[in-house]
């Protein structure tokens, strides 16, 4: 399987590429990587050295890859943090590229727009791009709570609102949807939930929260549930398997201290996750 990643990437340590390449490689996906930016490290930190590239950077490497004649061989199109609307419309153009030459192909967006405590933290014009442009696009799209909210139209602050977003977001035009870190009035206090939705319903998956503060899993988790859901074809087992190793991952981050999640160290949660979560229908089968 192949697959073309267009996300940001980071010398030290594993945001966007750098933490979607390696674990879709672990897991014998050969991934052609396009960086939306080329930081020193992640702006969490606070200071960071790099450049943001422009769209016609990327529609470059496009044609260079085009030129090569393998389009019709890749599988999928991920996308992640996009910088400006230039950006945007040229990683739209390279997923409608690779439609045209392979039909079986899909697009995955996950639509980095902000999160809860920190509220919006892209450019402006960014998130009413995602929504308007790029949700509308995808097959699959991966939002966390507070972006489910902002491409609804509405907060989600029980499990019924959670669901009625979802549908929300698949009317816009998505098949498949991932919500991660999502807390609702019916989650307790020590755990977290996710949900995925297809055509055959709505799951919650559930785990145990864990006092961390890491930048890069949201990145690794939509890389591992689209390629799950690329082989299973079920949003329920996608889930599972992406969840599973996501929690694992980190867990070893969290047991080792680590500021940056240990996505080398901790690789083997990819192929053999060490704790295996249930879901369990929740909501309705989509129309």
Not at 118 to 126: D, E, M, S, T
Not at 201 to 218: E, K
Request: contains cysteine; negative net charge.
């Amino acid at each position: 399987m192949n697959f073309l990643s267009i996300q940001s990437h980071v010398a030290y340590g594993h945001v966007g590429n750098a933490s979607a390449v390696f674990p879709l490689q672990r897991l014998g996906v050969e991934v052609w990587p396009i960086h939306t930016v080329q930081f020193s490290n992640h702006t969490g930190y606070g200071a960071w050295t790099g450049r943001v590239f422009d769209g016609a950077m990327i529609r470059e490497v496009i044609d260079g890859i085009e030129a090569r004649g393998v389009l019709p061989a890749c599988d999928g199109v991920l996308s992640g943090y996009m910088g400006g609307a230039d950006i945007g419309e040229a990683i739209l153009d390279a997923a409608a590229r690779v439609r045209a030459a392979n039909p079986a192909a899909h697009y995955c967006c996950d639509p980095v727009i902000g999160d809860v405590g920190r509220g919006v933290f892209v450019r402006p014009g960014i998130p009413d791009f995602i929504r308007d442009r790029a949700v509308p696009a995808a097959d699959v799209v991966t939002p966390n709570q507070f972006e489910l909210d902002f491409l609804a139209g509405h907060a989600t602050p029980t499990l019924a609102a959670a669901l009625d977003a979802v549908e929300a977001v698949h009317r816009l035009g998505p098949k498949v949807i991932l919500v991660t870190s999502l807390i609702t009035d019916d989650t307790p206090a020590d755990a977290i939930d996710l949900l995925a939705s297809d055509i055959l319903g709505t799951w919650r998956l559930r785990t145990p929260r864990l006092d961390l503060s890491v930048n890069g899993a949201g990145d690794a988790i939509a890389a591992l549930f689209f390629l799950h859901w690329k082989r299973t074809g079920s949003a329920r087992e996608a889930l599972v398997r992406a969840a599973s190793s996501t929690w694992g991952l980190l867990r070893r981050t969290f047991e080792a201290g680590s500021r940056e999640i240990l996505t080398v160290a901790a690789q083997d949660e990819f192929v053999t996750p060490s704790r295996v979560f249930e879901a369990v229908m929740v909501g309705r089968p989509q129309p």
